[in-house]
């Protein structure tokens, strides 16, 4: 059996540590801001695990993978910063299979398309958290470009899902 004892009681009094050591409010905004990425990453959890193809789990891995080590930059812990790029290759590549796309959707048409939906929503949220961090200039453009094009990925990813899903019903 496994010794694992996760409890410190060093938040008790409603302070957590930073990644660099520093002790910060548990109502920081680096700390609301890579919890909302953390409920993000489980949302996209719960997705590729009713995604129903093989190339689709993958690059929803990929994504999960990715947030990990950016939720670790953001809780300034020695990672390097993300890139928005990444995100907008993978978006890319995935467009580039849809066959009809529709600017606005109505989430239902797969489970794992309706878990991507809850994932781009809370990745939104992700975004508006860190708005006021960029505003004081305490997160960089491109820290917070990556944040944009998250939400825009996961949208992407979720059109094929449903667009698979839909085929496969007819």
């Known amino acids: 059996m496994?010794?694992?004892n996760i409890t410190t009681k060093g938040g008790d009094n409603g302070t957590t540590s930073l990644g660099n050591g520093v002790r910060v409010d548990k109502d920081d905004q680096r700390v609301e801001l890579y919890g909302t990425l953390?409920?993000?990453q489980a949302a996209l959890g719960m997705a590729r695990a009713a995604c129903l193809s093989p190339k689709t789990?993958?690059?929803i891995f990929f994504l999960e993978d990715y947030l990990f080590n950016a939720m670790a930059?953001?809780?300034e812990c020695d990672f390097p910063e993300p890139d928005p790029q990444i995100l907008a290759n993978v978006s890319s590549k995935v467009a580039r299979t849809i066959k009809k796309a529709e600017l606005f959707?109505?989430?239902g048409d797969s489970s794992c398309g309706a878990a991507l939906h809850l994932a781009r929503t809370i990745a939104r949220r992700a975004e508006r958290t860190?708005?006021?961090l960029f505003?004081?200039?305490r997160i960089t453009d491109k820290s917070y470009a990556f944040l944009n094009r998250?939400?825009?990925v996961i949208y992407i990813i979720s059109l094929k899902v449903d667009e698979e899903e839909r085929e496969k019903k007819n």
């Open 2 to 4: 496994a010794d694992i």
């Open 38 to 40: 953390d409920e993000c």
């Open 57 to 59: 789990a993958e690059d």
């Open 73 to 75: 930059f953001f809780a």
């Open 105 to 107: 959707v109505r989430p």
């Open 130 to 132: 860190a708005t006021p």
């Open 135 to 137: 505003r004081e200039k």
């Open 150 to 152: 998250l939400s825009d």
